[in-house]
């Protein structure tokens, strides 16, 4: 019995850090799914471009559903001009956010030098900090297994507490929860609050508030 033959398509879509996206057949009908797992030829070595023409074969992926595999890219990869004007991805825009840890420990040392911190709040921000680091490096794992998850609110309470360094670099590092741009509001959030405490505790910034509601 012969296998599936093969056609020819377009890719319409591709998330370089999820290593999914679609692909649009040229006889027509509906998009089918691209994995990473089933590039072959060139497209192992390198990201398929939007628009590029590939051939595949048809495989099952589910219930009523395909996906396309051994897939080929049929032409040169487009120019480097037109690839260079696509928008930053998810990872290149989570780097540069990173930004902010370095930032934070020069207003820490700061804060330190005009009030003399507390021993427990440098120690509870890296304790606290390589915690969720490990923690986000779990559930990607987990994410990857189908295996249970570390729900949300427990990651956004432990960035509140002051382990958000962790969680910025663990997003980056494990390319983790930075297309989701609600969980990313929650993260700034909660980065925002946890600064707001530290500055309100660990200054005379609140006292003239404190002062107004006493009297």
């Known amino acids: 019995m012969a296998g599936p033959r093969e056609e020819r398509g377009r890719v319409l879509q591709w998330d370089a850090v999820k290593g999914l996206g679609f692909i649009a057949p040229d006889q027509g009908g509906e998009r089918l799914l691209l994995r990473r797992a089933d590039l072959a030829g060139r497209l192992r070595f390198r990201a398929p471009a939007l628009g590029e023409a590939v051939r595949f074969r048809r495989a099952r992926s589910g219930p009523g559903r395909e996906r396309a595999v051994k897939v080929q890219p049929l032409l040169a990869p487009p120019p480097a001009r037109a690839q260079a004007a696509a928008p930053p991805s998810p990872r290149q825009l989570a780097s540069t956010r ?11 040392g700061g804060i330190h030098l005009a009030w003399p911190l507390p021993r427990p709040v440098p120690l509870l ?34 960035a509140l507490l002051g382990g958000w360094p962790g969680a910025l670099l663990g997003q980056q590092v494990f390319a983790h929860k930075i297309s989701k741009p609600a969980f990313l509001r929650w993260t700034w959030a909660m980065t925002s609050l946890n600064l707001l405490l530290l500055v309100g505790l660990c200054t005379p910034a609140w006292q003239p508030w404190l002062n107004w509601l006493r009297g």
């Not at 921000?125 to 990607?140: E, N, Q, R």
């Open 98 to 108: 990173l930004l902010v840890i370095p930032l934070f420990a020069l207003v820490l």
């Open 125 to 158: 921000y890296s304790s606290l900090s390589m915690a969720l680091f490990v923690v986000y490096g779990i559930d990607k794992w987990s994410a990857w297994r189908g295996a249970g998850r570390v729900p949300e609110l427990t990651l956004h309470l432990l």
